[in-house]
């Protein structure tokens, strides 16, 4: 699965972005997507997750605030988030891998192919 990563940018805190990852290569609707963000100096952590049956899971730091999707007609995921804030600046990447269960995992190693991450910066 080959992804790409799109639609960071420069927001004001308070302000919305839409983050899109399209998916080639395999049957995106057998894989859970995830994004993952990873801001300079911290490690690369779990943002949210949609599993291949359709569960979703968000970290504490983004719930109620982010709203995960997928058309798999379209091979597209995507994270709508509101409410931004300057801790949410980092790089975000999106994640695809396979998983026997209908769990969405929240660390790296459960997901095999990575996008090439897209920057959002969120000005105080």
């Known amino acids: 699965v080959q992804l790409q990563a799109s639609g960071g940018g420069l927001v004001q805190t308070g302000g919305s972005l839409r983050l899109s990852c399209a998916a080639s290569?395999?049957?995106?609707?057998?894989?859970?997507v995830a994004w993952f963000r990873q801001a300079p100096g911290r490690e690369r952590g779990f943002v949210a997750g949609?599993?291949?049956?359709?569960?979703?899971r968000y970290a504490d730091s983004v719930k109620g605030r982010s709203t995960m999707s997928r058309t798999s007609a379209k091979n597209m995921a995507y994270l709508q988030m509101i409410s931004l804030k300057p801790e949410d600046t980092a790089v975000y990447y999106c994640?695809?891998?396979?998983?026997?269960?209908?769990?969405?995992?929240?660390?790296?190693?459960?997901?095999?192919?990575w996008g090439q991450g897209t920057q959002v910066t969120v000005s105080s």
């Open positions: 949609i599993s291949w049956g359709g569960r979703k």
């Open positions: 994640a695809a891998g396979r998983r026997s269960s209908d769990v969405v995992g929240v660390t790296t190693t459960d997901y095999a192919y």
């Open positions: 290569g395999r049957t995106f609707s057998d894989y859970d």
